[in-house]
């Protein structure tokens, strides 16, 4: 069988049984969750938040104020429009935003840094070219050295410093450039962004004057040399032409592209004839072709007028129909052999072959037009073909005329280009003009921009915040112990019967002065008195040192009374429905509070008027005999080997009533669990059933030992104790796990030590405040 499937369905089914619904992560519940971790963890929230703020005070009073100005660039084409070309004088032509980037860049190169630098003499300045930052500069300051910089390093480090203050940005989707510096006085922020503005518009002044300047030189000399080359190139169309003798047609100019040959002019319009010869001459042979199709096909066919658009043939074709329709009243009125009819038939037959004598008519006039348009289509064919062969004798000619006028043509083109554009640089030397200008200069501010103190703390707080926040869910994440009853329920899949709350110890009181403390009429006269029918024997009496192994007794309106009043609740609803006497108490590992759970529960039946005894089966480490006073002599261990008769060895609080069974210390044996799974063990336990109405046993631990599985066959019911906020939620899943018979016998789990205060950060619901306990009257 696998254990682990088990737990979970048990667990399923365990909840079932509690009555509670599975949570759902709905909203509410996530912000209770919310709600809880804030509540647990606000002091690493307040202590970590508290301390980024304090660190951004601390920078915020160690960094010395920064003043940014702002000047406003404008790039504006419009004053440029003047100088373009005719063409580009009447477009808007607006600067694209990859234009405007490419200025941003001019403004941030280095050209322009310099200049300012050298304008304003920042080299020599401390906030540029003389500070000088770093742990080794620091260290040489201290020493009482002094750092020897050369004017190339001080320009360099000005430089550095320069870039790093200076901010270029574009406004929106606009021309204009915002030109920011940020400087430790707010009056050489205002110098500074006004100067990297001049210094723009004089770079591009000067970066104007020397492209123009540059490009006319180049122009003119080009100029002279396309001016010869064109002339050379119309020169050789004309002695070409000479040379060859031809003439232009149509009164074209040399050089023009439009000469041509006189033989060529006849071809052109030989070849139009001939392909209009070509046409009459398909035409004419559709027309043959239609009028045999027509021959062949019955002359009653409707396509047949319709196609040849003859008149004569329409108006026969209708009286043909005519005929046609008559014939065929009278053939149904009088009979096919009627005279009537058979005239009518022999008049379409007339009508028929006047029709055949026609069609053959139309058919010889379209053959004789036919064989005319081909006739002539011949003649223009060879007269063509003979063109064509004089004509190739010229080709070469004509071929090396068009390559040297196409020359001439280029060069020409060329020359008239660079003439134009020689003629707009002149222009535009003589008016230097640029197209960016100052809209807003930059004034000196009366605020710091940096560092902002809004915007410190907030990011001091944010950070913070998050780091409080990995902290204190790497705590929860880290803790995974129990903290809640839904928490018990929700992983082991069983009810979590109560919760109970941590208590101080207290000293210990004996005789009278716990006596006193009990209410007037507790101690009745059979108290401490063994069950009925139990031999007459001397009793033996023992009293708890530990005033926390009965604290129900001496606190009975108190929260952790309660608690176990719904563990024995519990329990006897369990017995109405199966036997539910022998009640084992247990828990993962050591120091969980199992004990003081068993005898405070055992206690509490007692003082209610039930017989109760309470056995100590943790054999390896007992506890119940080191907190009875007098330490016991005898005990379980002597029942067992029969050294010693079972009412020897049982003991009772004579305030209760309550009987004992304990293990001696130094009773020790080789196998503890062959002890408790032995017939022996069992018969004791069968007899104590009958002597009492409930058999408390303190259970040895889960985790270290298997004694509990051992006498699992003796216990009807287990009780789980877990200690709140230390035992791991992991442990016991696998423990329970690995275990399922203890976990098919468990009544329910206790929540023990826990903290009521702090549980309800954890279930922020109130289920266990405090308050709620004062209302009824209970004190702590």
Not at 300 to 308: F, I, K, N, R
Not at 330 to 350: K, P
Not at 740 to 752: I, K, Q, S, T
Request: a neutral charge; one cysteine or more; aromatic letters at 6%.
């Amino acid at each position: 069988m696998d254990a682990q499937p088990a737990l979970a369905d048990n667990r399923h089914a365990g909840q079932g049984q509690s009555g509670a619904p599975p949570a759902a992560l709905t909203l509410a519940t996530l912000i209770e969750q919310l709600i809880g971790f804030a509540l647990r963890q606000y002091r690493v929230f307040v202590l970590i938040t508290s301390g980024a703020l304090g660190l951004g005070l601390i920078y915020l009073f160690a960094t010395p104020p920064l003043y940014t100005a702002t000047a406003t660039l404008l790039i504006d084409s419009s004053k440029l429009r003047g100088l373009q070309s005719p063409q580009q004088a009447g477009a808007d032509l607006p600067i694209d935003a990859a234009q405007i980037e490419s200025q941003v860049e001019v403004l941030r190169s280095v050209s322009i840094a310099n200049s300012v630098i050298k304008a304003l003499d920042l080299a020599d300045s401390p906030e540029f070219g003389k500070a000088s930052a770093g742990l080794f500069a620091a260290l040489r300051g201290l020493l009482g050295g002094s750092e020897v910089v050369s004017q190339e390093e001080r320009e360099h480090r000005a430089l550095a410093a320069f870039a790093s203050r200076r901010q270029i940005g574009r406004v929106g989707k606009t021309y204009a450039l915002d030109i920011s510096f940020t400087s430790l006085d707010p009056g050489r922020a205002a110098t500074i962004a006004n100067a990297i503005a001049e210094a723009y518009i004089v770079d591009q002044l000067e970066a104007k004057y020397q492209a123009v300047r540059r490009a006319s030189i180049w122009l003119q000399d080009r100029i002279k040399e396309l001016r010869a080359q064109a002339s050379a190139a119309d020169r050789a169309v004309l002695e070409y032409k000479e040379s060859k003798n031809i003439v232009d047609v149509g009164g074209a100019s040399a050089g023009s592209g439009s000469s041509r040959l006189v033989g060529e002019q006849q071809l052109s319009e030989l070849n139009t004839q001939l392909v209009n010869a070509r046409v009459a001459t398909n035409e004419a042979k559709a027309r043959l072709d239609r009028i045999e199709q027509v021959l062949k096909l019955d002359v009653g066919e409707a396509t047949v007028a319709d196609t040849l658009r003859n008149d004569v043939i329409t108006r026969l074709r209708n009286q043909y129909l005519d005929l046609a329709a008559r014939e065929a009243t009278w053939s149904a009125r009088y009979g096919h052999e009627h005279q009537a009819a058979i005239n009518l038939r022999t008049q379409m037959d007339e009508v028929r072959r006047n029709i055949a004598d026609e069609l053959g008519r139309v058919a010889a006039s379209y053959r004789s037009d036919y064989e005319i348009a081909r006739i002539r289509q011949d003649n223009l064919e060879r007269s063509f073909a003979d063109l064509i062969s004089e004509g190739q004798a010229t080709n070469r000619d004509r071929l090396a005329l068009i390559e040297l006028e196409s020359n001439a043509k280029i060069y020409r083109t060329i020359y008239d280009s660079f003439l134009q554009r020689y003629t707009e640089a002149l222009q535009q030397q003589s008016f230097p003009i640029t197209e960016a200008r100052v809209i807003s200069a930059a004034a000196a501010p009366k605020q710091k921009s940096k560092p902002v103190t809004t915007l410190v703390l907030a990011v001091a707080g944010t950070l913070g915040l998050l780091v409080s926040f990995a902290v204190a869910a790497l705590r929860e994440a880290v803790d995974g112990a129990f903290r809640t009853a839904r928490q018990v329920e929700d992983a082991l899949g069983v009810s979590c019967i109560s919760v109970l709350p941590m208590t101080k110890p207290e000293a210990v009181e004996h005789g009278a002065a716990r006596r006193a403390k009990r209410a007037p009429g507790s101690e009745t006269a059979d108290a401490g008195a063994p069950p009925e029918g139990t031999p007459a024997t001397p009793r033996r009496h023992y009293a708890f040192a530990d005033l926390m192994m009965r604290r129900v007794v001496d606190k009975p309106l108190s929260a952790f009374a309660e608690g176990l009043r719904a563990v024995k609740i519990t329990a006897e609803l369990r017995g109405a429905f199966k036997e539910n006497k022998v009640i084992g108490i247990t828990s993962t590992v050591p120091g969980e509070g199992k004990s003081t759970v068993a005898s405070n529960l055992a206690e509490l039946i007692a003082d209610a008027g039930k017989r109760a005894i309470l056995v100590d089966a943790d054999l390896r480490n007992p506890t119940l005999a080191h907190a009875l006073q007098p330490r016991p002599s005898v005990g379980l261990m002597d029942v067992l080997t029969r050294t010693a008769e079972l009412d020897d060895v049982i003991g009772f609080d004579p305030g209760t009533g309550l009987a004992f069974l304990p293990v001696l210390r130094n009773q020790q044996a080789a196998h503890f669990d062959e002890v408790l799974s032995s017939q022996g063990f069992r018969d004791l336990v069968d007899e104590l059933c009958k002597r009492y109405d409930y058999v408390i046993v303190d259970l040895p631990p889960l985790a270290p030992v298997i004694d509990v599985r051992a006498a699992i066959q003796s216990i009807h019911s287990i009780v789980f104790v877990i200690e709140w906020g230390a035992t791991k939620i992991k442990l016991v899943q696998s423990r329970l796990a690995s275990e399922p018979e203890v976990y098919d016998r468990l009544l329910g789990a206790v929540l023990n030590k826990a903290d009521l205060k702090m549980i309800d950060r954890f279930e922020h619901h109130g289920r266990y405040h405090s308050s709620y306990h004062a209302r009824y009257g209970y004190l702590d």
